[in-house]
């Protein structure tokens, strides 16, 4: 596609709910990341994939938070049992390989927990 | 732990001038520096990618430099228009790992 896409554009749950975000990135990127950015600040890293291996991980904050790229394209970041501390935008990118090439951002989906 | 700071937390100016925003970083075994542009409600936008054996990239009115034995970069924008107005993030990216941390940005708003 043109860009990274990313779906819903705006989420709203209530607590306990469960909720799945997805990321269509940039086709042939071998690289696709996650991030989680707060009000007012930079962006956090959740998890790295790479193809469809997921190499890092070691940014989820908890094991409500599970993310798949089962083919090597599509990526969708679930969360369970939702928090109101989970409430933030969640940011997709996507690179042709690793860091050394500019990452592509979608617009990301705003997640509210009630 | 790499952490990243960005000052001013804000900046206004008026039309036409010249700027500079800045990054630090303490840990200056890095991979690349990157800087990026936000628009409220959409997401980031690379501007510049410099690894950490160059010392500036340049593209069109952006140039950004690195100085990573200071821990230390610079986004100059020149001649600067109402269209700049965003929020600007530099991120780093260690080496061996594929984690960008990131500054919490400068909101850059240009007065026509």
């Known amino acids: 596609g043109a860009g990274v896409s990313q779906s819903p554009r705006y989420k709203v749950a209530k607590r306990g709910q469960d909720v799945a975000l997805r990321c269509d990135p940039i086709?042939?990127?071998?690289?696709l990341f996650w991030y989680q950015q707060a009000l007012g600040q930079g962006p956090e890293f959740l998890t790295y994939f790479q193809n469809e291996a997921q190499l890092d991980k070691s940014g989820l904050p908890s094991d409500r938070f599970f993310a798949e790229r089962p083919e090597g394209s599509v990526s969708t970041l679930k969360i369970q049992r939702t928090q109101q501390e989970d409430s933030a935008v969640y940011l997709c990118?996507?690179?042709?390989?690793?860091?050394?090439?500019?990452?592509?951002f979608g617009s990301g989906t705003q997640l509210s927990v009630l | 732990k790499q952490e990243v700071t960005q000052i001013p937390a804000a900046l206004s100016v008026p039309e036409g001038e010249n700027l500079v925003l800045n990054c630090s970083f303490t840990d200056s075994a890095i991979y690349n520096l990157q800087w990026f542009r936000q628009d409220p409600g959409k997401g980031l936008t690379s501007l510049l990618l410099i690894q950490s054996s160059q010392r500036e990239q340049t593209s069109g009115r952006l140039n950004a430099s690195l100085d990573k034995s200071s821990g230390r970069s610079t986004l100059y924008i020149a001649a600067s228009q109402p269209g700049d107005s965003a929020t600007y993030l530099c991120a780093v990216s260690g080496v061996g790992n594929y984690q960008l941390i990131w500054g919490a940005g400068t909101k850059l708003i240009i007065k026509p």
């Open positions: 990118a996507s690179s042709t390989q690793g860091m050394e090439q500019k990452l592509f």
């Open positions: 086709s042939g990127h071998v690289s």
